[in-house]
C-alpha cells in the first residue's frame, strides 16, 4: 500500500540556520504530495503541494520539489524563523479518485533563537 | 478554502461511555474526512463520509465502535463508543477545497477535538 517515510524528529536548529527535513514516499501511479503544518496549539495547515513530478510547491519561504526518480518531497527553507517551531508531516494523495491522505509521522522542529 | 469547526474542542470522559463530536463546515462538499492523531503520533483515517451514502472505514476501523452520520453536505458527527484509555487521542474531521475539485486533493482540517478516556 501507500505510505510515507519521513525523517525522523525532533530537530533543533538556530534561527537563521538552513532546515531540510527528508520525504519519500511509496505509492503506485503519480500521487499529488503536500506538506502540512501543524503549529503549538493550532489545527493542521497546508503547507505546500506539487501535483506532478517536478513540480516545486513553495509557501512563507519554504520549498519543496517532487522529485519521481528518487520519491522524494524533501522540505528546504534557506534561514527559519522562530516562528518556524511546528510540527510538521508530510503527505501523499494517490489520485485514483480516492482522495485519502496518507501522512508520514511528522518531525517536530525547534528553532532557538 | 474551507472553514471548520469542531465541537467539543476537548472532553474528559469515563471508560465506557460514549461521546459523539460534530463537524460543521462553511461551505457544501462532497467528502468529509475523520482522522485520529494519537498522542505523539501522525494522523490515521478512520472514515470517509460521503453525504448520502454508508461511511467508508479503513482497515482496523469498524462501524460499531465509530458510528458517522453525514445528513447533508455541510456537517457529520463521529460517535467513539464503549471508549477505553486506548481511545485517547485528537480526533479531527477534513474536507476537500470546495474549490479546487478531486484533481489536487487538497483537503482543509478543523481544530480537533481533544479526547482523554479515564
Known amino acids: 500500500g501507500d505510505s510515507v517515510t519521513q525523517m525522523e524528529g525532533p530537530v533543533t536548529l538556530s534561527e537563521e540556520a538552513f532546515l531540510t527535513i527528508n520525504c519519500t514516499y511509496t505509492a503506485t501511479g503519480y500521487p499529488s504530495l503536500f506538506w502540512y503544518v501543524q503549529y503549538p496549539g493550532e489545527g493542521l495547515q497546508l503547507l505546500l503541494k506539487a501535483t506532478k513530478a517536478d513540480d516545486k510547491g513553495s509557501n512563507k519561504g519554504f520549498e519543496a520539489t517532487y522529485r519521481k526518480e528518487t520519491t522524494s518531497f524533501h522540505l528546504e527553507k534557506g534561514s527559519v524563523q522562530v516562528s518556524d517551531s511546528a510540527v510538521y508531516f508530510c503527505?501523499?494523495?494517490?489520485?485514483?479518485?480516492?482522495?485519502?491522505?496518507?501522512f508520514g509521522t511528522g518531525t517536530r522542529l525547534t528553532i532557538i533563537p | 478554502s474551507a472553514v471548520i469547526s469542531q465541537k467539543p474542542s476537548r472532553d474528559i470522559c469515563q471508560r465506557g461511555t460514549s461521546l459523539t463530536i460534530q463537524c460543521q463546515v462553511d461551505?457544501?462538499?462532497?467528502?468529509m474526512f475523520w482522522y485520529r492523531q494519537q498522542p505523539g503520533q501522525s494522523l490515521t483515517l478512520i472514515a470517509t463520509?460521503?453525504?448520502?451514502?454508508?461511511?467508508?472505514?479503513e482497515s482496523g476501523f469498524v462501524i460499531d465502535k465509530f458510528p458517522i452520520s453525514r445528513p447533508n453536505l455541510t456537517f457529520s458527527t463521529l460517535t467513539v463508543s464503549n471508549m477505553s484509555p486506548e481511545d485517547s487521542s485528537i480526533y479531527l474531521c477534513?474536507?476537500?477545497?470546495?474549490?479546487?475539485?478531486?484533481?489536487?486533493?487538497?483537503?482543509?482540517f478543523g481544530p480537533g477535538t481533544r479526547l482523554t478516556v479515564l
Open positions: 503527505a501523499l494523495s494517490a489520485n485514483f479518485g480516492n482522495e485519502k491522505l496518507t
Open positions: 463520509a460521503n453525504q448520502g451514502s454508508e461511511a467508508t472505514y
Open positions: 461551505s457544501q462538499v462532497t467528502m
Open positions: 477534513s474536507v476537500e477545497d470546495p474549490e479546487s475539485g478531486r484533481t489536487y486533493n487538497e483537503q482543509f
